[in-house]
Nanobody, 130 residues
Framework: QVVLVESGGGSVPVGGSLRLSCIAS???????MAWFRQAPGNEREGVAA????????YYAASVKDRFTISQDNAKNTVFLQMNSLTPEDSGTYYC????????????????????????WGQGTQVTVSS
């Protein structure tokens, strides 16, 4: 059993930055962890993933070069640094664990499947206003 707790969401203007944190507790082992986001009426969309064994990072094309996923293994924490935010980045951001990255090209994936991840946090709200 893994418990994930996100924090760091908030409201920022266009072009602003936020840093999300996800603390994992419980039976925690080397695995893929990820950040997804969901806007009202939309599907849950994967934006970044990290393999906790070696720190390899993967991104959706829409956020690459703006978002950075990282980890602090000593604290069982995964971060998502989000820069140059736009209104399209608004939504509830969820941390997920024990999943996989099915395919990528140069660290960019076309899609992460929410069904591939076994554990989820409660989410943290991000609002970017113009």
């Amino acid at each position: 059993q893994v418990v994930l707790v996100e924090s760091g969401g908030g409201s920022v203007p266009v072009g602003g930055s936020l840093r999300l944190s996800c603390i994992a507790s419980g039976t925690y082992s080397t695995n893929y962890m990820a950040w997804f986001r969901q806007a009202p009426g939309n599907e849950r969309e994967g934006v970044a993933a990290i393999y906790t064994g070696n720190g390899d990072a993967y991104y959706a094309a829409s956020v690459k070069d703006r978002f950075t996923i990282s980890q602090d293994n000593a604290k069982n924490t995964v971060f998502l640094q989000m820069n140059s935010l736009t209104p399209e980045d608004s939504g509830t951001y969820y941390c997920a664990a024990h999943g996989r990255v099915r395919a990528h090209v140069g660290g960019v994936f076309r899609r992460l499947l929410a069904a591939d991840f076994g554990y989820w946090g409660q989410g943290t709200q991000v609002t970017v206003s113009s």
